[in-house]
């Protein structure tokens, strides 16, 4: 059974800095694109950042691009997002995905998701 738990989430003041991490299980993420995504009230779910299968490639939304980073380690199973420079608008619901691809930026293309870890942003 496939399992994404993200962790890191939290509150923050803007201008911080937070590092989510997700932990698969049931599958060996070194075979799939990993992607974050998120997800505000009453927005629709959103891509954040995607990194293929070694890590080689990455691709970011432009609204986090330069603040953003994200990274795999594929011997713990794990994909990090690294934020910094934190604002309000950054508030949200953050998911981790896997996708059986190289790399996709494309929501429908991710076959396992996580639960979502909630970061909170304060001005």
């Known amino acids: 059974q496939v399992e994404l738990v993200e962790s890191g989430g939290g509150l923050v003041q803007a201008g911080g800095s937070l590092r989510l991490s997700c932990a698969a299980s049931?599958?060996?993420?070194?075979?799939?694109?990993m992607g974050w995504f998120r997800q505000s009230p009453g927005k629709e779910r959103e891509f954040v950042a995607a990194i293929s299968w070694a890590g080689s490639n990455t691709y970011y939304a432009n609204s986090v691009k330069g603040r953003f980073t994200i990274s795999r380690d594929n011997v713990q199973n794990t994909v990090y997002l690294q934020m910094n420079s934190l604002s309000p608008e950054d508030t949200a619901v953050y998911y981790c995905a896997a996708a059986k691809d190289y790399l996709t930026l494309t929501l429908a293309a991710y076959d396992y998701w996580g639960q979502g870890t909630q970061v909170t942003v304060s001005s």
């Open positions: 049931g599958l060996t993420v070194s075979m799939y694109a």
